[in-house]
């Protein structure tokens, strides 16, 4: 791996409180996340992203935090934090955790200080107002859910500003203090041998909110200073932000103007996912191409996150109308499977009928493109959704490992886990979980293992240049390749349904004995190019050439 580990990183993200549960409380916990560690490092995975740790009312799936330099008590002890970041480094495996520090609980200290008294040392560290903001109804993020984004305080005797929700009031990052506080956080977590932060709300960090102005000023030094701070407490840092902004806004967030990569690492790339998932839902990779085209220029060091399932919804808000609906209507027609009105609250297994052909396919392109690439926990294994539950909550089952009671999660009584465990029905625990496939050399799990394999083996995808190959090629077929100082991969993949050929002979005098590296069956050697041939939903990763040959 390169000096840059995380451009060619596997990144798994999941919830500590639904992945396994080692005491038998109902809720998943560190030592039990350590146990599962062996499982992780045979799938392939370099980079453990969780959710967030801290204390918390859990109001909000652990996203108003209470305190900010421990660990739920329900996950564990710092003691136990220390030894999964330990365990995990034996087995190759870096740790990033979620910093959530656009906001706070209302029940944080610092809060409850501050709406005591205008005297209060922490009165400050949030954003107030003492007259009614006449931009109250604007800026929401949970629509449906959310209906105002000041609240007023009857001890304070004032108005608060809450980007999200009115129990997560927003930290002023105009005052110096919680500038300071944000990075004495990141140190401390640095120290004990984090990784790393994926950024949460990043756009909301660096506004300096004005009531009544809903285009508050941005002050993007912020993310300078971050950077700078986590580069000299450990050199090998990242940061990885969620930014889902205008296109022409990305690069401001990688770096300045004089073109410098000195703010964020990596950013997920809300804009492909999208066009992902209209691809997808046409069956025509046009969307693909144009994000290829398209990718603003990164500076040395950037890096795309790329993903199709997260913890969150499927965010379609950067599609028309046209094309939202176009989405919606194929993999979310029920409105009990949409969100917000942007978004579907859908697992991707399900979202494509259970076809393992679609769910190759469909990885196999995210894994391709460039960048590096995000695995949601479960996704390996194809579970499902539970729609019963409230909003995100129905992708934010437990994991499904075994045939035992409550999937292998928890020795808990049912009614005592944190969520329900899918039970019924085809993505229900007795036919989809970790042990009915670890046994299955077929299976999807097998699958993503070898896949995983394959790209770590091809360091050009996440570190190397990635462009269209503009050749003639049949409807639904998308052509591209990744060029590297290690060599050259081709990519074919079929987002039809036809089995087509594809003539891309103007790349052999490129060509070191092109091979098939990963594909959805054996089609023989490839000869001169000439005749590539793809089945429907079909794939294939050629290795072109390697550096030496190239």
Excluded at 364 to 372: C, D, E, K, P, V
Aim: proline share 6%.
């Amino acid at each position: 791996m390169g000096d840059r580990w995380y451009s060619e990183a596997v990144v798994y993200c999941l919830d500590i409180d639904t992945y396994a549960d080692s005491d038998g409380d109902g809720v998943g916990d560190i030592r039990g996340l350590i146990g599962r560690l062996d499982y992780l490092a045979r799938l392939g995975v370099t980079c453990l992203w969780l959710h967030p740790i801290h204390p918390s009312p859990n109001r909000d799936d652990g996203y108003d935090a209470t305190d900010f330099y421990n660990v739920d008590p329900r996950f564990g002890t710092l003691g136990d934090f220390a030894e999964l970041l330990h365990q995990a480094q034996n087995r190759g495996i870096r740790v990033i955790i979620d910093l959530v520090v656009n906001h706070t609980s209302d029940e944080h200290p610092w809060f409850q200080s501050a709406r005591s008294s205008p005297d209060s040392p922490y009165r400050d560290w949030y954003v107030w107002s003492d007259t009614e903001p006449d931009d109250r109804h604007q800026g929401m993020v949970f629509p449906g859910e959310q209906n105002e984004t000041w609240s007023y305080d009857r001890t304070a005797k004032a108005w608060f500003y809450h980007r999200f929700y009115k129990f997560q009031p927003d930290l002023n990052f105009a005052n110096p203090q919680v500038r300071d506080e944000i990075k004495k956080i990141m140190s401390f977590w640095l120290q004990l041998g984090v990784s790393g932060f994926r950024m949460d709300a990043v756009p909301f960090i660096i506004e300096l909110t004005e009531p009544g102005n809903p285009n508050s000023p941005k002050d993007f030094e912020f993310l300078t200073e971050m950077r700078q701070h986590i580069q000299w407490r450990r050199g090998d840092a990242v940061l990885l932000a969620e930014a889902n902004v205008e296109p022409d806004q990305l690069p401001t967030f990688f770096g300045d103007a004089s073109g410098s990569g000195n703010r964020i690492h990596m950013l997920f790339d809300f804009m492909l996912n999208g066009r992902l998932m209209l691809s997808l839902a046409r069956q025509d990779p046009e969307q693909l191409i144009d994000a290829l085209h398209d990718t603003p220029k990164l500076p040395v060091g950037g890096q795309w996150a790329t993903f199709l399932r997260n913890h969150d919804e499927i965010d379609l808000s950067r599609l028309t109308t046209e094309q939202r609906n176009q989405v919606y209507a194929e993999f979310g027609p029920d409105e009990n499977m949409r969100i917000y009105d942007r978004g579907i609250r859908r697992r991707l297994a399900p979202m494509l009928g259970n076809d393992r052909r679609r769910i190759e396919l469909a990885y196999a392109l995210q894994f391709s493109m460039r960048g590096t690439p995000v695995l949601r926990y479960g996704e390996e294994i194809g579970m499902g959704e539970d729609l019963s539950l409230r909003g995100r909550d129905a992708i934010r089952t437990p994991m499904q490992w075994s045939y035992q009671p409550n999937a292998g999660f928890s020795t808990a009584d049912p009614e005592k886990l944190v969520r329900p465990v899918i039970d019924k029905g085809e993505f229900g625990y007795q036919t989809v979980n970790v042990t009915a496939q670890r046994s299955d050399p077929k299976s999807l799990l097998a699958w993503f293992e070898r896949m995983i394999r394959t790209l770590r083996e091809a360091p050009e995808i996440g570190s190397g240049s990635t462009s269209h190959i503009d050749v003639p090629v049949p409807p639904g077929v998308l052509t591209h390749r990744a060029d590297g100082p290690t060599g050259t991969m081709v990519f074919v993949h079929n987002l039809g349904t036809d089995d087509v050929e594809v003539d891309l002979s103007s790349l052999e005098p490129e060509a070191d004995l092109p091979i098939d590296v990963l594909a959805d069956r054996g089609y023989g050697e490839l000869g001169k190019l000439g005749a590539v041939k793809v089945s429907g939903y079909g794939y294939r990763w050629i290795r072109l050439c390697r550096g030496s040959a190239c």
